[in-house]
Every structure is written in structure tokens, then in C-alpha cells.
T-cell receptor
Framework: GQNIDQPTEMTATEGAIVQINCTYQ??????LFWYQQHAGEAPTFLSY??LDGLEEKGRFSSFLSRSKGYSYLLLKELQMKDSASYLC??????????WGAGTKLIIKP | EADIYQTPRYLVIGTGKKITLECSQT?????MYWYQQDPGMELHLIHY???????EKGDLSSESTVSRIRTEHFPLTLESARPSHTSQYLC????????????FGPGTRLTVL
């Protein structure tokens, strides 16, 4: 079966750095997406990785290792508005998105 | 401004009623999707469309139907609502490439009493 694993919840302090991990086992791989979802709202796109390595976009970076079936999202200089769920999703061999359950990130002052 | 819209945003309805959730996008996207999401859970694909007159069922077994008569419009219909249909329904669209990012509408929160 296809499976995406993320921690259920993480807590971090305002101004700090946090790394949210995602491991996946899917039938094929055509890229990995990270989305941010605030409570009661729709997911918004953060990043897309299809090649190994680190992609940096402002305070957010995303890393991919295809051989390990592993990705992480790195958030720097955390702000209170970063409190949200972070969803990892993999595009499988049929180009269907397989979604993780998301990691709820709580930021404390 | 190009965007994706869903109406209604909230709906409370009794068991057995027929309902249609509306989704429209002004981005000119060929592909559109309907997802169901319960709190703290992953998104489940219930229907998708790759263009006009194209509709497919997703992974989640659903008693809903969809239609795609116009590129910009992708409504979801429940013929007879049940309490088990209570959930958040999210509509998304993406461009022509298989790896294109999906962009989401604000969602409809449905409660069936």
C-alpha cells in the first residue's frame, strides 16, 4: 500500500528553527509537495521537490532524498503566524497526489 | 484576479436532502478535483476531472456525483445527504502538466443532522 508518515504534532518557540519530517512509501514517485493549512482554511502551496537536494524559499526550505523516501520542511525565524498544519503529499506513478495526515505546528512565545 | 471559489462556505442540512456544492475557477485550469477532509486527517480524493466532459472517481468511495460541462465549473452533488457525509469538502484545480501545483478553494463545511 501507499503510505506517508509525518509527526502528528510539534511545538517550537517564536524565533527558533523547526524541521518537520516526512517519509513515504508510494508506487512510483513524480515529486513531493508541502502545503500549509491554517485551522479551518484550505491548504496553500509551499514547495515542490522532484530532485534530491535542498530548495530554499525565504524562511522556508524543503529537502528531498529519493533513495531514502524522505523529505523535510525547515522553517526558520518562526513567527506566531506559522502556527498551522503542514501537509506532505507525494505524486505517485499515476500522477495522483497521496497525502499525509499533516503535522500540527504550535508556536509558543 | 485569478482564483478558485466555493459556495456555500458553511451548510447545515437535514438527512435525505439533495445538495450541490459549487466550485468555480478563473485560472483557466483544465484539471479540477474534489477532496474530503475530516479534522486532523489526510485529504481524500473523491472525484477529479481532466477537462470538459471528463470525470473520474477517486480513492474514497462516495455517494456523490460530479459534472464538468464548462471548464471553469465543477459542482459536486449529494443525492441524499447522511450524517456520515458531515465533513469539509475542498475543491482544487491545476494546470495541464501532470506535476502542476494544485490550488485550493476555501472549502465548504457540511453538517448533516
Amino acid at each position: 500500500g501507499q503510505n506517508i508518515d509525518q509527526p502528528t504534532e510539534m511545538t517550537a518557540t517564536e524565533g527558533a528553527i523547526v524541521q518537520i519530517n516526512c517519509t513515504y512509501q508510494t508506487s512510483g514517485f513524480n515529486g513531493l509537495f508541502w502545503y500549509q493549512q491554517h485551522a479551518g482554511e484550505a491548504p496553500t502551496f509551499l514547495s515542490y521537490n522532484v530532485l534530491d537536494g535542498l530548495e530554499e524559499k525565504g524562511r522556508f526550505s524543503s529537502f528531498l532524498s529519493r533513495s531514502k523516501g524522505y523529505s523535510y520542511l525547515l522553517l526558520k525565524e518562526l513567527q506566531m503566524k506559522d502556527s498551522a498544519s503542514y501537509l506532505c503529499a507525494v505524486l505517485d506513478s499515476n500522477y495522483q497526489l497521496i497525502w499525509g495526515a499533516g503535522t500540527k505546528l504550535i508556536i509558543k512565545p | 484576479e485569478a482564483d478558485i471559489y466555493q459556495t456555500p462556505r458553511y451548510l447545515v442540512i437535514g438527512t435525505g436532502k439533495k445538495i450541490t456544492l459549487e466550485c468555480s475557477q478563473t485560472m483557466g485550469h483544465d484539471k479540477m478535483y474534489w477532496y474530503q477532509q475530516d479534522p486532523g486527517m489526510e485529504l481524500h480524493l473523491i472525484h477529479y476531472s481532466y477537462g470538459v466532459n471528463s470525470t473520474e472517481k477517486g480513492d474514497l468511495s462516495s455517494e456523490s456525483t460530479v459534472s464538468r460541462i464548462r471548464t471553469e465549473h465543477f459542482p459536486l452533488t449529494l443525492e441524499s445527504a447522511r450524517p456520515s457525509h458531515t465533513s469539509q469538502y475542498l475543491c482544487a484545480s491545476s494546470g495541464g502538466l501532470a506535476t502542476d501545483t494544485q490550488y485550493f478553494g476555501p472549502g465548504t463545511r457540511l453538517t448533516v443532522l
